[in-house]
């Protein structure tokens, strides 16, 4: 099953091809639905308890599958636009439509002649038109190629709407027409006219499987659809062809059949939703991933520590707590990428983030590349004091690795600038960076290759290194 979620799009039952694994376990089913149709066929005819309650139970379950499943596949005919899905949506809905009229009209049931009306041959010829309209479906599902044409959901409604009146087209024959239909049902067992009208409809089924058994690349759909037809002439078989009439073991077993069937595209589709939006979570994990790092180092990109910023910004107002800031630069990297190109400073770069990352790894702490060769690191509930140390280990660190950089005025390997800010109260998160920023600044003024602290409060003769922060901006080496 999780290989389902590897598998390119479109994700959709309609056009994934089915796997040796789906067709074994179909052809699992199929065989056991043929086992025990042969199995029930001899005992078909034995009557049994008259229970009226199966009748609603039954016919409600299946109504409640069908339309499900119609609107299940209405997603699936959104998405691929295709004609034969929405005839398919089409039938699922004519079938759930044409059994609430069948139990609406089931005589004894509601009414002595049931809530529709007509006679005793009302229930049957709607049986007959509502199993003979589903494998139609089927075979134009197997047969309509290419997209609808306009807006699909114009297109879904005239489908519907062409279902709706098909239905009360039926319904209206059935009840108020039923003197021009041959009767097919005597008391409770079925007429010599039964006979042909059931082998029509049966043939109908059969003819709706061969044409999903032809289909060339066949879809987990089509695959499901197959169980469905065999499962839809074992329940025709059980209770309008080897039985006798109604509430003998075929007719119970036939809409048992009858109720496997509509349940089990139903069951696939649920199953497959499910694989849906796991692999939903995980596209959304991954994109949120890619949106927050960094393609370069791996470690978070520079939107990602304006968002952390700010929330950390927040956290800390609301709780009077601390939070600091480094910012660092690579010394001298131009001349680095001059000297040694573009492939050496990248890597030098991975180095440097590696560094980084392996130096923040406390709850919350959060490591980013700012942009070019300035990186930050965002420290919640740290002080400056801390924070300081901090950037001294990360500058020792990364002197550490021992990078070549020839061209370096400061040392003979790559090294770092740091300056580091601290929040203090009624301070804005765009400031804390300036100050951070600014900081840095002053750390490569005095020599690079250390960590320096913003000054709170400079004393005598010290140069405030946040004062002249837009001026400095400009001054950058």
Not at 145 to 170: H, K
Not at 209 to 226: E, H, N, T, Y
Not at 369 to 398: M, N, S, T
Request: net charge positive; charged share 15%; hydrophobic share 50%.
């Amino acid at each position: 099953m999780p290989k389902v979620l590897q598998r390119n799009a479109p994700n959709f039952l309609s056009a994934l091809p089915a796997s040796r694994l789906e067709q074994r376990l179909a052809k699992a089913v199929m065989l056991a639905s043929a086992l025990t149709l042969l199995a029930l066929l001899p005992f078909a005819q034995r009557q049994l308890p008259q229970v009226w309650a199966f009748i609603p139970v039954y016919e409600s379950a299946l109504i409640l599958s069908d339309i499900v499943t119609a609107a299940l596949l209405i997603g699936q005919f959104m998405i691929s636009r295709s004609r034969a899905m929405r005839v398919l949506v089409c039938g699922y809905l004519f079938t759930g439509l044409m059994a609430s009229a069948h139990m609406l009209s089931f005589p004894g049931l509601f009414a002595e002649q049931g809530l529709l009306g007509g006679d005793k041959q009302t229930t049957a010829w709607l049986y007959m038109f509502w199993h003979a309209g589903f494998p139609l479906c089927v075979i134009a599902y197997c047969g309509l190629p290419g997209e609808v044409r306009g807006g699909t959901r114009q297109a879904l409604l005239q489908g519907m709407l062409w279902v709706v009146g098909v239905v009360l087209a039926l319904v209206l024959l059935a009840t108020q027409g039923i003197a021009a239909l041959p009767a097919i049902m005597v008391g409770n067992h079925y007429s010599p006219a039964m006979l042909a009208v059931v082998s029509s409809v049966w043939l109908l089924s059969m003819l709706a499987l061969l044409a999903l058994w032809q289909r060339r690349m066949r879809s987990v759909l089509d695959l499901w659809l197959l169980v469905v037809m065999g499962a839809w002439l074992s329940d025709i078989a059980l209770s309008a062809v080897f039985n006798a009439g109604r509430f003998d073991l075929g007719f119970y077993a036939g809409r048992i059949y009858g109720l496997l069937a509509s349940n089990m595209v139903l069951l696939i589709l649920l199953v497959e939703n499910g694989w849906l939006y796991a692999r939903l979570l995980q596209t959304t994990a991954e994109l949120q991933r890619l949106m927050c790092a960094d393609a370069l180092t791996g470690i978070a990109n520079r939107r990602a520590l304006d968002e952390a910023l700010q929330r950390e910004w927040r956290r800390a107002q609301r709780r009077d707590g601390a939070l600091s800031l480094l910012m660092l630069d690579v010394d001298h990297f131009k001349l680095y990428n001059d000297r040694y190109g573009h492939v050496a400073g990248d890597a030098c770069l991975r180095e440097v983030a590696a560094v980084l990352a392996r130096s923040a790894q406390r709850a919350g702490e959060f490591a980013a590349r700012y942009g070019g060769e300035e990186f930050a690191v965002l420290l919640p509930d740290v002080d400056p004091a801390a924070a300081l140390q901090l950037g001294q280990r990360i500058c020792q660190a990364v002197a550490t690795l021992g990078i070549a950089h020839a061209d370096s005025p400061t040392a003979g390997h790559v090294t770092v600038s740091l300056g580091v800010a601290g929040l203090r109260p009624h301070m804005g998160a765009d400031t804390l960076l300036q100050r951070a920023d600014a900081a840095l600044y002053a750390a490569k003024l005095a020599g690079r290759n250390r960590a320096l602290l913003a000054k709170d409060e400079p004393g005598p003769g010290e140069e405030d290194s946040t004062a002249s922060f837009a001026g400095l901006q400009t001054q950058r080496a």
